[in-house]
């Protein structure tokens, strides 16, 4: 009977993807390594475990959003849900390495993206719990079908610089801002109304304007 162990290689951004997407890569060993797996139907779950880590005072200041003020930390700063993926690792014997497809956002109301925007170095906590179906067969006899439990998970690390990466290939020198449509529209008045060219322009009049009415 297959006892998957699952280990964390390397993080890299894949550049081809659709949307913004990394690649984890992970080691798959079977404790008894001259058993048949036909194939694997991986299902990971990745949570961002942000007590594991120390955060210097700007970046403090960046996760007040997400977390509070840093005296509240104690009590607000926990191990939170990033995403849910799955692959589907082919056949091996004893080991392999697959290509766990990881989807990103840029989205500002996502909380796994707050986090990372607010990280300006280091390494971001990461664990990864595993489950799925293995298909196999031992000695050549018939395709046996067995699940993963819940408790295979792997901690690791991954560096900031591997998401500010990814993030510059697919959104160079930008960011997404998402607007509730009436919001939106208001902002679209104004433009229109004032003749400014782009969104920047506008949103930059605006603040123009209640830093004014602030110092007056």
């Known amino acids: 009977m297959p006892n998957l162990q699952f280990f964390f ?3 890299e951004v894949e550049p081809f993807a659709v949307a913004p ?4 890569k992970i080691r798959v060993t079977n404790d008894t390594p001259d058993e048949a797996i036909h194939t694997v139907a991986l299902r990971v779950q990745i949570q961002l475990e942000s007590p594991r880590r120390g955060y210097k005072p700007e970046e ?10 840093p005296e509240r930390w104690g009590k607000t700063l926990k ?7 799955s692959v589907v690792v082919p056949a091996f014997s004893g080991s392999t390495e697959v290509s766990l497809p990881v989807p990103c956002t840029f989205d500002f109301n996502v909380a796994a993206t707050k986090y990372f925007a607010g990280l300006s170095e280091g390494e971001i906590p990461v664990c990864a719990q595993f489950s799925g179906t293995v298909f196999y067969a031992q000695d050549g006899g018939p395709l046996q079908v067995m699940p993963i ?20 290939t697919y959104y160079p020198g930008i960011a997404w801002l998402c607007l509730e449509r009436d919001a939106f529209n208001q902002l679209y ?11 920047e322009q506008a949103l ?10 602030v110092k007056s």
């Open 9 to 11: 290689e390397k993080a």
């Open 21 to 24: 997407q990394l690649a984890f």
């Open 60 to 69: 403090q200041e960046k996760l007040r959003d997400l977390f509070g003020e």
């Open 79 to 85: 191990t939170f849900l990033w995403t849910h993926t």
């Open 149 to 168: 439990p819940w408790d295979k998970e792997v901690r690791f690390r991954i560096p900031v610089k591997v998401w500010k990466d990814l993030m510059d």
């Open 189 to 199: 008045r104004y433009k229109v109304e004032r003749g400014i060219p782009t969104w």
């Open 204 to 213: 930059e009049s605006l603040l123009r304007a209640a830093q004014e009415e």
